[in-house]
């Protein structure tokens, strides 16, 4: 099946500072998707971008389908932007439908 | 406010109890996923609901039994749980398209789960 991987799994930032978050897949792929997990789990949607680049106040986000690679931009961050954020993927093939395939996410800390 | 509404958000019980998830769902979409998350693993997909008919299954054992009365509401029946079914179950739903194609995926806040 399909593989995800995200980098880095883990990121310290001051807060203020700019990142980018890196989401790999290994074939074509019909959905992506951004999510950020806050601290009491909830899965909060970021960007719906199977290609192209959106933008959503101090993030943004590009995906290459072509090259099989997304990027999430976080701009000035805030101490409430820490958490996990997960990218997602869905490939339609045979059977498989509506599986959303994640990777194991990035582990956001922004220090005050 | 995600569309999206589980309960109960905490959940503790012994291994021979039977108990309910439930999701809500106002985003008018015809399909529903319920999802695990467990310490130190990916998101897996549990079982998915298409316009109300079961059609992904997910290699997941027979103590754990979803249904779905009707396109905005989904169910998971627990019972006979270990506790390494301790974890966080996600419900979320999103809208089937052409060809099998499903559009974005809204997820709700999630039900901590605890076998003792």
């Known amino acids: 099946g399909i593989q995800v991987e995200q980098s880095p799994p883990d990121l310290i930032l001051q807060e203020g500072a700019n990142s980018t978050l890196r989401c790999n897949f290994s074939d074509s792929v019909n959905n992506l998707q951004w999510f950020h997990q806050n601290p009491w789990g909830q899965l909060i949607n970021l960007f719906y971008i199977p290609s192209g680049t959106k933008q959503n106040g101090r993030l943004s986000a590009t995906t290459v389908a072509t090259e099989r690679y997304s990027l999430l931009y976080i701009s000035s961050s805030q101490t409430t932007d820490s958490g996990v954020y997960f990218c997602?993927?869905?490939?339609?093939?045979?059977?498989?439908?509506?599986?959303?395939?994640f990777g194991k996410g990035t582990k956001l800390s922004v220090k005050p | 406010e995600t569309g999206v509404t589980q309960t109960p958000r905490h959940l503790v019980m012994g291994m021979t109890n039977k108990k309910s998830l439930k999701c809500e769902q106002h985003?008018?979409?015809?399909?529903m996923y319920w999802y695990k998350q467990s310490a130190k693993k990916p998101l897996e997909l549990m079982f998915v609901y298409s316009l109300e008919e079961r059609v992904e299954n997910n290699s997941v054992p027979s103590r754990f039994s979803p249904e779905c009365p009707n396109s905005s509401h989904l169910f998971l029946h627990l019972h006979t749980l270990q506790p390494e079914d301790s974890a966080l179950y996600l419900c979320a739903s999103s809208q089937g398209g052409h060809a099998g194609w499903f559009t974005e995926a809204f997820f709700g806040q999630g039900t901590r789960l605890t076998v003792v």
């Open positions: 985003l008018g979409h015809n399909a």
């Open positions: 997602a993927v869905e490939r339609n093939y045979g059977g498989s439908q509506g599986n959303l395939i």
